[in-house]
């Protein structure tokens, strides 16, 4: 983009600020506040039907269990789903670094030992991610069970 039309693309965008801002002002005044005579004070307080931190504690204990309680019956299979998926592959890229850190052990000297050095940093490093995806996922789960708690009387 050239100086000149970096320019002309300024000078519409000052053009549409100002048009936004006088639209915006010349509209305030027809929203108005509401006065103190309509607005009515009820005696009674809210009670949450559900306990935030009870749902967190329920998921912390058993993933899933808090969307339960929540009432949130479809949340629970899909955090059970994606949980065993990322254990799943934790597993199988653990069992390929052991397999491949003993293979790169046996022939360290050997003519393959690059091939398995490399295979078994890949797999170290996929076992590794994985992880990290569980953990993000668990902590996501109580997150859900913390905001859905609190979202369930809305």
């Known amino acids: ?55 967190v504690l329920r998921s912390a204990v058993v993933p899933g269990l808090g969307q339960i309680y ?22 199988s890229f653990n069992k390929q670094y052991k397999d491949n850190k003993k293979l790169y052990s046996d022939n360290m000297y050997g003519n393959h030992a690059a091939y398995y050095r490399e295979h078994r940093d890949v797999a170290r490093d996929n076992r590794d991610l994985f992880a990290i995806y569980l953990g993000i996922t668990y902590f996501l789960n109580l997150v859900d069970a913390y905001v859905d708690a609190h979202l369930f009387d809305f």
């Open 1 to 55: 983009m050239n100086l000149k039309g970096f320019l002309i693309y300024l000078m519409s965008l000052k053009n549409i600020t100002i048009k936004i801002l006088l639209i915006i002002l010349f509209c305030a005044p027809l929203f108005k506040a509401q006065s103190k005579d309509s607005v009515q004070v009820k005696d009674t307080t809210f009670v949450m039907k559900k306990s935030p931190w009870g749902a």
């Open 70 to 91: 929540n009432q949130s019956y479809w949340k629970a299979p899909v955090v059970w789903g994606v949980s065993g998926w990322f254990v799943y592959n934790w597993l």
